[in-house]
């Protein structure tokens, strides 16, 4: 469950694994762009192929995006899902540098993402931790106020998810290719409200879309907050009254797959000018 799970820190967790550890750095320079722009190849005989990289949040979005890149271009669109439950930004930089990872399905990634027009991505930061910044919001999934959700807590976050980009940009080999990066929604305004730790908690989801956000930026990659689009612009609209989340309190309905579908289309299908 990705929302009872994501940030439960444990001494364990906060020791990297030695899969992530033998990773590439994570600080990674933006790069320069081409000045000659890329074009998406289009028509009835086109065949792209669509990755979705996530945690359970993005369930649903994969078949929901396909469909509607069909019905905008034209193209034929397959899809390499990596919604996976927990996905971590650590475990899919791990497998994309190495190829490895103690979950199967993962170690596809890199061939997936060679072959990708089009990458979504949205992991969670639950071993992108730096000891000597905590970072524990567990609070927020049940009825007290974070511990420790400051800006700076995300720093090694940004850096993983810029250091992920950075590798998607490699493997695509100056290949067009449509990027885009989103956050986390809120499926808990009505707890938080009724336990009083709206305001704390509202910033500590803030924050993460903000490092999320700052990573995608980096290399000019189009942002769309669901935290926003889900919860409104003060994030106090419910989505769950709006149908967007599932009877279990935290997935995403079919629903919410094809509003957050229609809204990545309404930002275009420009490719990223890859360096």
């Not at 086109?46 to 078949?63: A, F, K, N």
């Not at 930061?125 to 927020?140: H, K, M, R, T, Y």
């Not at 800006?151 to 998810?161: H, W």
């Not at 903000?210 to 990659?221: D, K």
Request: with cysteine.
């Amino acid at each position: 469950m990705f929302l009872k799970k994501i940030f439960k820190i444990s001494t364990a967790i906060v020791t990297l694994t030695l899969l992530v550890a033998c990773a590439a750095p994570t600080a990674v320079p933006t790069p320069q762009t081409s000045p000659t722009p890329l074009v998406m190849p289009i028509g009835s005989d086109t065949e792209w192929r669509l990755v979705v990289i996530g945690d359970s949040s993005l369930w649903g979005l994969g078949e929901a995006y396909a469909s509607q890149i069909e019905k905008d271009l034209g193209v034929k669109v397959n899809v390499d899902d990596f919604a996976l439950p927990n996905l971590s930004a650590g475990s899919v930089l791990g497998a994309l540098h190495t190829g490895k990872s103690p979950n199967m399905r993962l170690e596809q990634l890199p061939k997936a993402v060679r072959d990708a027009e089009v990458v979504v991505m949205f992991v969670n930061p639950l071993d992108s931790v730096d000891p000597a910044i905590p970072l524990n919001f567990e609070g927020c999934f049940g009825c007290a106020a974070p511990q420790a959700c400051e800006t700076e807590a995300f720093a090694k976050y940004t850096a993983d998810m810029s250091a992920i980009w950075a590798k998607i940009i490699e493997l695509r080999a100056g290949q067009p290719t449509i990027l885009r990066a989103t956050d986390l929604y809120n499926p808990l305004v009505e707890q938080w409200n009724s336990c009083d730790i709206f305001a704390a908690c509202e910033a500590c989801w803030g924050n993460l879309s903000a490092a999320a956000r700052q990573a995608a930026q980096a290399f000019n990659i189009p942002f769309l907050s669901r935290f926003d689009a889900f919860g409104g612009e003060d994030h106090i609209e419910d989505p769950r009254e709006k149908g967007y989340i599932r009877d279990d309190g935290e997935h995403p309905t079919e629903l919410a797959g094809q509003f957050t579908a229609e809204l990545l289309a309404k930002m275009g299908y420009e490719p990223l000018t890859l360096p």
